[in-house]
């Protein structure tokens, strides 16, 4: 009978018009908002769920509790609440939010669209008698292109009485938000730092030996929103890499938002502590993070700059190495041998760029960061390459005519014949090569350098089988090889001509090593380059006139100690450097006495000492050698330029300027292509004078962690990068690695 007589007064509130639910939504402009009620007829003591419904127009959002880069959430502001306390009304349950990239890579919001019911609960006193009116305003920030803060009134009147009587419709809406909301998380979670990343590991639960898309939302504003973030699976969960907002940054107290894995999604807390067991994978099962590009996308990427490789300045004199090889083999018929050239050169490009990829994920195992070229920051690295370049161009001149003795030394490897010339050359093409990559893998490379080991791994060696892959398909394919043309004189006139090339890379690496350890430790490799040079001809022409081609040698070397008294720094270097003196004169005294068959023996050990010396000395003296200037300082005062800094940038932003910075290095080829072409330019230079444009220089010549994360943030793996902050704007855009004219200047006048 209760139930009944309740039943009848929820009748006559109907039938006189009282309203018990509002009768219509209200339209805020770009969306139809309503409160709703999962009950028309509810209980004293009891919890009812409330709904605010939002009906959003096509190509419009609002947000998430939070909205990520920017934006705000909705909010109701009561005005009347039915006589209950703030403690009754619960705060909003918030469903799963939907990725809303507004600048893809650099900023990311969290939203809905389409349609969304934010529930809320109210709790009911015992003693309540009803109807019970609730009205308030909502207030929320509707966008598309542009953003728009919308308000509506809303209204509801709930009837309480001794029964419950549903609203059906409001209820299956609000049951269907619920079930959207991502419920705790079961299992375990841990949160650790690796390097500049923080490594998110969910294990136990639903996600043990789970796949997916994987992608974890913030409650707050912790980490980098837009950054790609990057899941691999072990047997007992899965792990995420974070980028933090902060450069440095440790991980917090505790990291709480809600992380995804295909359809599945929870709410998490984490705390500080070691990656959790079974949640990182050893070998495969990874997958690029939410927003960001596919393993086999990044591997396509990969193969097409591998194969453009072959046409930098860089790689194509080192190729003509084996061209020639590949030319004789050819025009004897000798099928066998051009396979065997085509797939040792192919091993020794895949081996060189799995080394490659071992010391990238080293490096990041160190530093936290990775970032392409680093090699071409070392000087010992630089002052070998200088001279390994250097011996290329002196056996493709004919100086290597010797024997096996000379040519086993330095670049013989890459000039002998068979199957270790062919490995030896791939591994020189990949070393000399791999930093012409920018213009073309920039971004790619970029965004595979915080993926896991294994995506490191294949997108390396993909982009080593494109930069084999021509030179492959030639040996491998007889009807290929008949276009090859016929041998003759013109092959060692050409040989001949290809050293110039090998000469001039050497000219470019010894600027790269000029601006790393100063231009006297570019000197010291000259002398040592002409050192080896005069050691490989005495050693040639010991047989004759071994006496006075034995003085000579000896004569030369004297450059050794001059050169070593230059760089003493010690008074024990000092001593060393007399004694050797001393001896190179007592050695000429000596050698007036010596039979012309001793002499001529003696002569040809001492040039063989002399090419020793010419390659250990100059590498040892790159050991310690320091440039005496900072790169970005002899930039600046070169080009008129002024050294980058975040602060300087957020400085020069806010008094509305325009700002350009150019992160540069000395060892790119790219970056001083655009210089010539483009920066250096006067229509740039007079463009950058009228609209009052600053120019930043942010020199990676010599490495700069605080230049490693600015690209890294901007997801780029090497330089160059170009960044272009509009008058006004604080959000910068990202230039193509490849400048033009046109392409600056149009900036800098779409700015005025």
């Not at 805020?28 to 939002?54: C, Y």
């Not at 003693?127 to 919308?150: N, Q, R, W």
């Not at 790689?315 to 085509?342: C, D, F, Q, W, Y």
């Not at 040989?495 to 090339?501: G, M």
Request: with cysteine; aromatic share 8%; charged share 10%.
């Amino acid at each position: 009978m209760t139930f009944l007589r309740s039943f009848l007064v929820f009748l006559l509130s109907v039938t006189l018009g009282a309203p018990l639910v509002a009768a219509q939504p209200v339209d805020g402009g770009h969306a139809r908002v309503e409160l709703i009620s999962e009950r028309a007829l509810a209980v004293p003591g009891e919890t009812v769920w409330f709904g605010l419904s939002f009906e959003i127009d096509p190509n419009w959002h609002i947000y998430w509790t939070n909205p990520g880069d920017a934006g705000i959430p909705p909010e109701i502001s009561w005005r009347e609440k039915g006589g209950l306390t703030d403690d009754s009304i619960g705060a909003f349950e918030w469903p799963l939010p939907e990725l809303l990239p507004v600048v893809p890579g650099q900023i990311m919001d969290y939203g809905y669209s389409d349609q969304v019911v934010l529930p809320f609960s109210v709790t009911l006193p015992a003693d309540i008698e009803g109807p019970l009116l609730f009205e308030g305003v909502a207030d929320y920030l509707i966008c598309e292109d542009v953003c728009i803060p919308e308000s509506v009134d809303i209204r509801l009147m709930l009837s309480v009485g001794a029964g419950q009587i549903p609203d059906t419709r409001a209820s299956e809406l609000i049951q269907s938000a619920l079930a959207d909301v991502p419920p705790p998380f079961p299992g375990d979670v841990s949160l650790s730092q690796s390097g500049a990343e923080w490594i998110l590991s969910v294990a136990g639960g639903d996600v043990a030996g789970e796949r997916g898309e994987a992608r974890f939302f913030p409650f707050g504003h912790e980490i980098t929103h837009a950054a790609d973030q990057a899941v691999s699976f072990g047997e007992s969960g899965f792990s995420l890499a974070l980028i933090p907002a902060s450069a440095d940054a440790a991980p917090p107290e505790s990291l709480s938002g809600v992380v995804t894995l295909g359809d599945a999604a929870y709410e998490i807390s984490a705390t500080p502590g070691a990656v959790l067991a079974g949640t990182r994978s050893s070998g495969g099962g990874v997958l690029g993070g939410a927003g960001g590009a596919s393993l086999p996308l990044l591997m396509g990427f990969a193969l097409i700059g591998g194969l453009i490789l072959n046409l930098m300045p860089c790689v194509l004199p080192v190729l003509s190495i084996k061209a020639m090889g590949l030319v004789s083999s050819t025009a004897n018929g000798n099928a066998a041998e051009a396979r065997a050239h085509g797939l040792w050169y192919t091993a020794g490009v895949l081996v060189s760029f799995a080394i490659l990829a071992a010391a990238i994920l080293g490096v990041r195992a160190a530093t936290g960061i990775a970032i392409w070229g680093f090699w071409l920051q070392n000087p010992i690295l630089v002052t070998a390459l200088i001279l390994v370049v250097f011996l290329i161009g002196l056996w493709l001149l004919g100086l290597f005519e010797l024997g096996t003795s000379v040519q086993s030394v330095g670049s013989g490897l890459a000039a002998k014949q068979g199957s270790a010339g062919a490995f030896f050359t791939g591994v020189l093409a990949a070393v000399v090569g791999a930093p012409c990559t920018g213009p073309f893998l920039g971004a790619a490379l970029g965004a595979v350098m915080t993926q896991p080991a294994i995506n490191v791994v294949l997108v390396l060696l993909t982009m080593g089988l494109g930069m084999a892959l021509p030179f492959l398909i030639l040996s491998l394919s007889p009807g290929l090889q008949r276009f090859i043309p016929k041998p003759g004189a013109w092959m060692e006139t050409l040989k001949q001509v290809f050293a110039f090339p090998m000469f001039l890379t050497a000219a470019w690496l010894l600027s790269v090593l000029g601006a790393l350890a100063g231009y006297r430790m570019a000197a010291m490799v000259v002398a040592g380059a002409a050192l080896i040079a005069f050691g490989i001809w005495a050693f040639k022409s010991a047989g004759s006139g071994a006496k006075s081609i034995l003085l000579s040698v000896i004569g030369l070397a004297i450059i050794v100690p001059v050169f070593g008294l230059m760089s003493a720094t010690s008074p024990v270097e000092t001593l060393i450097s007399l004694a050797w003196l001393a001896g190179i004169i007592a050695a000429f005294v000596l050698i007036a006495r010596l039979g012309n068959d001793t002499a001529s023996r003696l002569a040809k050990g001492l040039a063989g000492v002399a090419v020793a010396a010419g390659l250990v000395w100059p590498l040892a003296q790159a050991r310690t050698a320091l440039a005496s200037d900072t790169p970005t300082e002899a930039y600046a005062a070169k080009y008129e330029t002024e050294p980058w800094s975040p602060e300087r940038v957020a400085e020069l932003t806010s008094q509305g300027r325009a700002v350009f910075v150019d992160f540069t290095a000395e060892w790119c080829v790219t970056c001083q292509a655009n210089k010539l072409q483009t920066l250096q330019t006067k229509p740039v230079v007079d463009a950058f004078a009228e609209g009052d444009v600053a120019f930043l220089v942010a020199d990676f010549t010599n490495g700069d962690k605080t230049i490693a994360l600015e690209l890294q943030k901007h997801n780029r793996a090497g330089v160059p990068m170009y960044l272009w902050y509009a008058p006004g704007e604080t959000t910068p855009e990202v230039l193509p690695e490849l400048l033009s004219i046109d392409l600056v200047t149009g900036l800098v006048e779409a700015g005025l």
